[in-house]
C-alpha cells in the first residue's frame, strides 16, 4: 500500500497545481500517490498537468467536483478517493517536501502507534510588503516525538499562547493521519459537520478529539500560501452564539469549535482571556483604518454578548498602520532567524526551497535520528508556524 496521499482541492481562484505535482513527482522512488480535485472548470485547460498524469500513474486527476459543493466537502470528496496509508491535504501554491513519505515512516518507529502526525510548517504572504523588516523561524532540530494530548487540547480549545489563530500542527491541512483516523473522524460527523468555509480548523478539532496518539517533527516539511481572511456570510450552526465566519478568522475557529463540541454536547469553554488577546490580533492584523474599526466593533458587540459581557473591558485592539516590524536575526535558542525576503524568495515555494536547501538533508538526519530516543514533551514546545487562513 502507498504510504501517504497528497489531495490536492483546486478550489475557486486557485490555479492547477502543475508546479507542486511536478516537485512532489521528481523523486520516482517516492511513495506516495497525488490526487488532484478540481472545482468546476479550475483545471479544465491544465494540458500539462494531464500530460504528467498520463506520465506518472501516482497523479490522479477526479472528475471535476459541481459547482454548488461547499469548500469543507470539496475535501471530503477528495480525501476520500485516497488509497494510501496516510493522508495530507494542501493547496496547489502551497509546497510540501517530497521526502515527506520518509519522515512517516520514521515517526512510525519513533512514536508506536502513532496516527496523527504533524511537523513544522511556514507560513507565507506572498503580498507581505518588502519595506517592513521581518522575520522567519527556522528550528534548528529534527526531533520527532511523542506530543501530549492534553496539552495539545489546552493549546486549540484554550487558545494557550495564541496567534489570531491556535497553536495546531495537527490536522489534515500540512499535517498527516491515518486511514483509519480518517475513517473515525468521518464516521462521527454529525448534522454540525463541515458547515465551516475553513475546514482545516474543523480537521484539526476532529482529529484532537478522536486520535489515539500523537507525533509532532521539528523538521519544516511545508510552507502555505496565506492570503488575506475574506469573511463568509455563513451565520453560527449554534444557536445564540455570537462569533461566526463574518467577523474574521479568530471568531470562524470560535465558532467550528464550538459547534464540534456541542455535537458531543460539550459546552464551548474557549471564553477566556486567551482568546481575548487572540480578537485583538486579529484586528491589529488589518492596517486598514476604515476595515480595523469594523471589525474591531464586530468583535467587540460579540464579546459584550457572551457571559454577560465580563471580558469586554479587557478588549482594546490598538490600530497598527502598517505591520511590526522585526528586526531580529540569528540563532534564538532553538530557532535560526532570517530575513522573510531571503534569497530573494517572494512565493510560499521560493521561500520553503531556500530554506530546505540549508537543512540538513534527509539520509544525515536519518542517521541522527535513528540514534535518538525523544520522550513525550509538553505541547508548549516551539513550533515554527501556526496554521492561519
Known amino acids: 500500500m502507498t504510504k ?6 483546486v478550489e475557486p481562484g486557485n490555479p492547477p497545481p502543475v508546479r507542486l505535482a511536478t516537485e512532489l513527482l521528481h523523486n520516482a522512488a517516492s511513495d506516495i500517490e497525488i490526487i488532484v480535485a478540481p472545482y468546476g472548470d479550475t483545471c479544465a485547460d491544465a494540458e500539462e498537468l494531464y500530460a504528467l498524469a498520463k506520465k506518472d500513474a501516482r497523479l490522479r486527476i477526479l472528475p471535476s ?3 454548488e459543493i461547499s469548500t469543507a466537502n470539496l475535501w471530503i470528496g477528495t480525501v476520500a478517493a485516497m488509497t494510501g496509508e496516510w493522508v495530507t491535504v494542501v493547496r496547489p501554491n502551497d509546497i510540501l517536501d517530497p521526502d515527506v513519505a520518509q519522515f512517516i515512516v520514521h515517526a512510525e518507529e519513533t512514536v508506536p502507534g502513532l496516527d496523527a502526525y504533524g511537523w513544522n510548517s511556514f507560513q507565507i504572504d506572498a503580498a507581505a510588503p518588502r519595506n517592513v523588516n521581518t522575520a522567519v523561524a527556522i528550528p534548528i532540530q529534527h526531533h520527532t516525538r511523542e506530543i501530549s494530548r492534553d496539552d495539545m487540547l489546552e493549546t486549540f480549545f484554550q487558545w494557550n499562547e495564541s496567534s489570531n489563530v491556535p497553536k495546531m500542527p495537527f490536522g489534515i491541512y500540512h499535517a498527516a493521519i491515518k486511514r483509519s483516523l480518517l475513517e ?6 454529525g448534522e454540525r459537520s463541515w458547515l465551516t468555509a475553513y475546514p482545516q480548523y474543523e480537521w484539526s478539532a476532529r482529529v484532537l478529539l478522536y486520535a489515539a496518539k500523537f507525533g509532532f517533527s521539528s523538521r519544516p516539511l511545508s510552507a502555505s500560501d496565506v492570503t488575506p481572511y475574506r469573511p463568509v456570510d455563513a451565520p453560527s450552526a449554534v444557536a445564540g452564539f455570537p462569533f461566526n465566519s463574518n467577523i474574521g478568522i479568530t471568531a470562524a475557529i470560535a465558532e467550528t469549535q464550538a459547534r464540534v463540541l456541542h455535537d458531543l454536547d460539550i459546552e464551548w469553554s474557549g471564553f477566556n482571556e486567551n482568546f481575548i488577546r487572540a480578537c485583538m490580533l486579529d484586528c491589529m492584523f488589518v492596517h486598514d483604518e476604515t476595515a480595523f474599526e469594523e471589525k474591531a466593533q464586530a468583535y467587540y458587540a460579540a464579546i459584550c454578548e ?12 490598538p490600530y497598527l498602520a502598517e505591520p511590526q516590524a522585526d ?3 540569528g540563532l534564538h535558542d532553538r530557532l535560526l532567524l532570517v530575513n522573510r525576503f531571503i534569497g530573494n524568495a517572494v512565493t510560499a515555494e521560493e521561500f520553503f526551497k531556500v530554506v530546505r536547501s540549508m537543512l540538513t538533508p534527509i539520509s544525515l538526519v536519518k542517521e541522527e535520528l535513528d540514534a535518538l530516543k525523544v520522550p513525550t514533551v509538553a505541547a508548549n514546545v516551539a513550533f515554527g508556524g501556526s496554521h492561519a487562513a
Open 184 to 189: 473515525t473522524v468521518l464516521a462521527n460527523s
Open 327 to 329: 528586526p531580529r536575526r
Open 65 to 67: 467536483a459541481p459547482l
Open 306 to 317: 457572551l457571559e454577560g459581557g465580563r471580558l469586554a473591558s479587557s478588549f482594546r485592539p
Open 4 to 9: 501517504l496521499s497528497i489531495c490536492i482541492p
